[in-house]
T-cell receptor
Framework: EPEVTQTPSHQVTQMGQEVILRCVPISNHLYFYWYRQILGQKVEFLVS????????KSEIFDDQFSVERPDGSNFTLKIRSTKLEDSAMYFC??????????FGSGTRLTVV | GQQLNQSPQSMFIQEGEDVSMNCTSS?????WLWYKQDPGEGPVLLIALYKAGELTSNGRLTAQFGITRKDSFLNISASIPSDVGIYFC????????????FGAGTILRVKS
């Protein structure tokens, strides 16, 4: 059973629509991360979340993005108004301490 | 910003051959990680290196954390078809927070 489950595995959305990507870690963790990977490119950091607040974010993570843990277990990434260039694989990662990164299998987001 | 240069970009080798890939950086990292990514999946951690000079093995995989803390290599001995995938190095520097910086990846193809 994977440590991190991401849903949906694939989402197609129209440009301008809001999407919510979900991550469910199996056990309690302190650190949560979102990364993205545009097709054929390297994995890029978006945001880190510790103690129920954002601890760091990249330039990619602009006002269109937000993260939260609505119920203490799910970890979500919301994109308010999707753009074509948001099409990518989005990976959630967890860590019990800052060294241990486990990635989920990702959500493939396609914006049309 | 921090960047990792990973080489080679791709390799097409005969089954049974040894493989070597490496990552270099102009800046120092405190931790080096090597991941493998299969198509449509998230990165899976292969080896983590925490100390300069550290040499660590995981089965047929061996990785080293360079003495200068600016480079790392990964070797795969006696390659098999299931070694096919994309291999990423990733670095972590606490002065830049707890986010991973990824290399561009090495695509490995194995001919049986």
């Amino acid at each position: 059973e994977p440590e991190v489950t991401q849903t949906p595995s694939h989402q197609v959305t129209q440009m301008g629509q809001e999407v919510i990507l979900r991550c469910v870690p199996i056990s309690n963790h302190l650190y949560f991360y979102w990364y993205r990977q545009i097709l054929g490119q390297k994995v890029e950091f978006l945001v880190s979340f510790y103690n129920n607040e954002i601890s760091e974010k990249s330039e990619i993570f602009d006002d269109q993005f937000s993260v939260e843990r609505p119920d203490g277990s799910n970890f979500t990434l919301k994109i308010r108004s999707t753009k074509l260039e948001d099409s990518a694989m989005y990976f959630c990662a967890i860590g019990q301490d800052s060294y241990g990164y486990t990635f989920g299998s990702g959500t493939r987001l396609t914006v049309v | 910003g921090q960047q990792l240069n990973q080489s080679p970009q791709s390799m097409f080798i005969q089954e049974g051959e040894d493989v070597s890939m490496n990552c270099t950086s102009s800046s120092i990292f405190n931790t080096w990680l090597w991941y493998k990514q299969d198509p449509g999946e998230g990165p899976v951690l292969l080896i983590a290196l925490y100390k300069a000079g550290e040499l660590t093995s995981n089965g047929r995989l061996t990785a080293q954390f360079g003495i200068t803390r600016k480079d790392s290599f990964l070797n795969i001995s006696a390659s098999i078809p299931s070694d096919v995938g994309i291999y990423f190095c990733a670095g972590l520097d606490w002065e830049y927070g707890n986010k991973l910086v990824f290399g561009a990846g090495t695509i490995l193809r194995v001919k049986s």
